[in-house]
């Protein structure tokens, strides 16, 4: 079967667990005709008006928790592939798009716990509602993609998702998948988490204390999976005083040297602590003094982001060509205390230069590889790629839910 490009040009195309099929519908359908339950998201849910019933709540609760445990059983089973159709320029876009609806945690989270209540078509449900507005468009509209995705008989396209995006991201013109995943990654963590989301980066003890600071105001599915933590220790080198300093991150960047494809990942591999000096205001000895300020990751994300940084700064060329890079590694993590050993999900390909050029993806479907071409996809024997931009791994060993 490898080789074979199936499901040409139709956004039905679906292959159910890799058992690829093809239909040969060409109408393409806007997403007005998404089916009822999923237009209705958290939009149309109302505020349960009985509040102060506590016995009602108990039981709704425990009616939403069956909701939702058969809807993970039975429903949506994540395992479906489809290509993207592309009418403008989108492959920045759609390829990014692929590749999170092939990470099965987001999809399970972000559509079944997440973030703006439960999607479904039980009229006497009632889902929690406090987290939804009409601001909440990006989570929504993502939602319901995944919904749409993952229901063979569902009508699938980003038209109603494109235009969230058109101030940002002109159609007609070439941008920056990485710019793109950023940009979403911030706006559901707005959306979801509120003006409130403020992480002081210093004052704790450890990293502990401080990803457990950052969980209570940041709540969001983004935040849950794909965002880690880095510890800097600035030390003084007079008073060897030392302060801890706290940051997010969520995705991490690879530095490309075009005569030494290896050396990025290796570095990242081997180095997991950087070590520099510079000089700082120490409060205890009241003076500008010498610094070494060392940093690591102490929280690892569920998914980790590795982006090849393929733009010289220098010449403002795009650095095109193999770079190396592993199916898998361990980590250290600290905050969990063990080993987390990370697999590769998906790439993020790009073909051009830094004004032309073309987005594709390969994502792990099952034990297979799926190359993903905007409306086209066909298996493929490997995940190694010359044109690898972003990398996504996934470890099984941090427990999310
Ligand atoms: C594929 O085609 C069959 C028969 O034409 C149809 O019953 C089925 O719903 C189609 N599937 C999708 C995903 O469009
Ligand atoms: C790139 O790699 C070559 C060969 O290993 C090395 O000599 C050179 O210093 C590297 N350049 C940079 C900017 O790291
Ligand atoms: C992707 O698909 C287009 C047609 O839609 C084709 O022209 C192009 O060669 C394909 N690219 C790759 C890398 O397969
Ligand atoms: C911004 C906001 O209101 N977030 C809330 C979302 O819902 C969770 C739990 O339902 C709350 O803990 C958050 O405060
Ligand atoms: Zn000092």
């Known amino acids: 079967m490898a080789g074979v490009v199936l499901g040409v040009c139709t956004i039905y195309s679906v292959c159910c667990s890799l058992k690829l099929a093809m239909n040969n519908s060409n109408s393409v359908q806007d997403c007005r005709n998404c089916p009822d339950g999923s237009g209705k998201l958290g939009n149309d849910v109302e505020k349960n008006g009985a509040q102060g019933e506590t016995n009602k709540e108990t039981q709704l609760g425990r009616k939403l928790v069956e909701f939702i445990k058969r809807q993970n059983e039975e429903k949506r089973e994540f395992k479906l592939c489809r290509g993207i159709l592309n009418p403008s320029l989108d492959c920045f876009m759609i390829s990014s798009i692929q590749c999170f609806l092939q990470l099965f945690e987001f999809c399970r989270n972000f ?20 987290n939804i507005s009409d601001k909440c468009k990006i989570s929504k509209e993502l939602k319901r993609i995944i919904d749409c995705y993952y229901l063979e008989d569902k009508k699938f396209s980003l038209e109603q998702f494109r235009p969230l995006y058109d101030k940002e991201f002109p159609r007609s013109s070439q941008h920056d998948a990485l710019q793109f995943i950023l940009s979403l990654f911030e706006n559901i963590q707005s959306e979801i988490n509120g003006d409130k989301a403020h992480f002081p980066s210093s004052g704790y003890k450890d990293c502990k204390e401080a990803w457990e600071q950052y969980q209570k105001t940041h709540t969001s599915a983004i935040d849950k999976l794909f965002v880690g933590m880095y510890e800097s220790i600035f030390k003084c080198e007079e008073c060897s005083k030392e302060v801890k300093v706290y940051e997010e991150f969520k ?25 520099e000096f510079s000089q700082m205001m120490c409060h205890d000895c009241e003076s500008i003094q010498k610094c070494q300020i ?71 479907r099952g034990s297979e590889w799926v190359y993903f071409n905007d409306s086209h996809f066909k298996e493929v024997a490997e995940i190694i790629n010359d044109d690898a931009y972003i990398l996504f791994y996934e470890t099984d060993d941090i427990d999310v839910m």
């Open 251 to 275: 995705t991490i960047s690879l530095y490309c040297n075009q005569s030494d494809p290896e050396a990025s990942f290796k570095e990242f591999l081997e180095h997991p602590e950087s070590t």
């Open 294 to 364: 060392s940093k690591k990751i102490v929280k690892y994300p569920k998914y980790m982001i590795l982006a090849f940084q393929r733009l010289d700064p220098i010449i403002q060329t795009k650095i095109n060509g193999r770079m190396h890079y592993e199916e898998e590694f361990t980590r250290q993590c600290p905050l969990v205390e063990k080993d987390l050993k990370y697999k590769i999900n998906s790439v993020i390909i790009h073909r051009g230069e830094i004004n032309y050029g073309h987005y594709t993806a390969i994502c792990k």
């Open 111 to 130: 559509y079944m716990n997440g973030d703006d209540g439960c999607v479904g078509k039980d009229e006497d449900i009632k889902y929690p509602s406090e």
